[in-house]
Nanobody
Framework: QVQLVESGGGYVQAGGSLRLSCATS????????MGWFRQAPGKEREFVGA????????YNVASVKGRFTISRDKAKNTVDLQMNSLKPEDTAVYYC?????????????????WGQGTQVTVSA
């Protein structure tokens, strides 16, 4: 069983930065692919990026365009999402998710465990 808890959300002006963190519990965390998703009001959940157990990353380039970076610390069992140059359209609830399967995926279908989400609000 894996439990995920996000933190670090908040309110920031456009152009600012935030760092989200996802704390995990579970003995096999280090072997899971970890993903970040977001959902804005009235919109579908959107893939942001993911990191494999070996550290390989993929991003939703159209949305984040090099502004966001995912990292993981296996010793601390955490996964972070560094968000820079934030825009009002980045406003959403951000979710951390864990995929126990093989490969790195952008489709939420592949993710078995989800956190409760953390709100990020970017003002113009």
């Amino acid at each position: 069983q894996v439990q995920l808890v996000e933190s670090g959300g908040g309110y920031v002006q456009a152009g600012g930065s935030l760092r989200l963190s996802c704390a995990t519990s579970g003995r096999t965390f280090s072997r899971y692919t970890m993903g970040w998703f977001r959902q804005a009001p009235g919109k579908e959940r959107e893939f942001v990026g993911a990191i494999s157990w070996s550290g390989s990353t993929i991003y939703n380039v159209a949305s984040v365009k090099g502004r966001f970076t995912i990292s993981r610390d296996k010793a601390k069992n955490t996964v972070d999402l560094q968000m820079n140059s934030l825009k009002p359209e980045d406003t959403a609830v951000y979710y951390c998710a864990a995929d126990s399967g093989v490969g790195v995926h952008g489709d939420s279908y592949f993710y078995d465990y989800w956190g409760q989400g953390t709100q990020v609000t970017v003002s113009a």
